[in-house]
């Protein structure tokens, strides 16, 4: 079945250092590909998407592209900050008529000043 | 502003009693989600619905029910069947296509006392 592998956390960094949280898929057909942000206590909010191979989607300094041939999504961001400490989930969404959200494990991001 | 609620945010049952988890949303979506989240995990998928009158089980349906009465409204309710209820509710919404984001509401925290 379907299924989305992250990096186990968690990711400690210091401020201004790069960032990559790795991110691979497996799924039937191409699915649109997603990493979701989740701050303590809250609920989850979209980061980024990609709908297609080769597709670069970018916010708030993160990006990720659509690696068909790899199946991977890898999550970047050039120098993070305190702020950026959550927890992200890579997420692919099926390409059937159900449209079902399937998430990875998640991966903590701890940013130290 | 629309968006998607959930209510409420802690909820105490003991032992052996059903509980109802509130969610609604004002965006005029179609599909809606309910996870479970546990402590260091990814979300696990409890029931969908994508439409009106109709939903299916997810993963982890065992010791859960829903009712989809009413396009904005999705609750969702823990049964005494549950054996392990304690954990973190994500209900979300999304429009019914594979390349729209998921919208989460902030999540409700039961705790069996």
């Known amino acids: 079945g379907d299924s989305v592998t992250q990096m186990e956390g968690p990711v400690t960094l210091s401020e201004e250092a790069f960032l990559t949280i790795n991110c691979t898929y497996t799924a039937t057909g191409y699915p649109s590909l997603f990493w979701y942000v989740q701050y303590p206590g809250e609920g989850l909010q979209l980061l980024l998407k990609a709908t297609k191979a080769d597709d670069k989607g970018s916010n708030k300094g993160f990006e990720a592209t659509y690696r068909k041939e790899t199946t991977s999504f890898h999550l970047e961001k050039g120098s993070v900050q305190v702020s950026d400490s959550a927890v992200y989930f890579c997420?692919?969404?099926?390409?059937?008529?159900?449209?079902?959200?399937?998430f990875g494990s998640g991966t903590r991001l701890l940013v130290r000043p | 502003d629309g968006g998607i609620t959930q209510s409420p945010k802690y909820l105490f049952r003991k032992e052996g009693q059903n509980v109802t988890l509130s969610c609604e949303q004002n965006?005029?979506?179609?599909?809606m989600y309910w996870y479970r989240q546990d402590p260091g995990q990814g979300l696990r998928l409890i029931y969908y619905?994508?439409?009106?009158?109709?939903?299916q089980k997810g993963d982890i349906a065992e010791g859960y029910s829903v009712s989809r009465e009413k396009k904005e409204s999705f609750p969702l309710t823990v049964t005494s069947a549950q054996k392990n209820p304690t954990a973190f509710y994500l209900c979300?919404?999304?429009?019914?296509?594979?390349?729209?984001?998921?919208?989460f509401g902030q999540g409700t925290r039961l705790t069996v006392v």
């Open positions: 997420a692919l969404a099926r390409m059937d008529s159900s449209y079902k959200l399937i």
């Open positions: 619905s994508q439409i009106v009158n109709d939903f």
């Open positions: 979300a919404s999304s429009m019914q296509t594979g390349n729209t984001e998921a919208f």
């Open positions: 965006l005029n979506h179609d599909a």
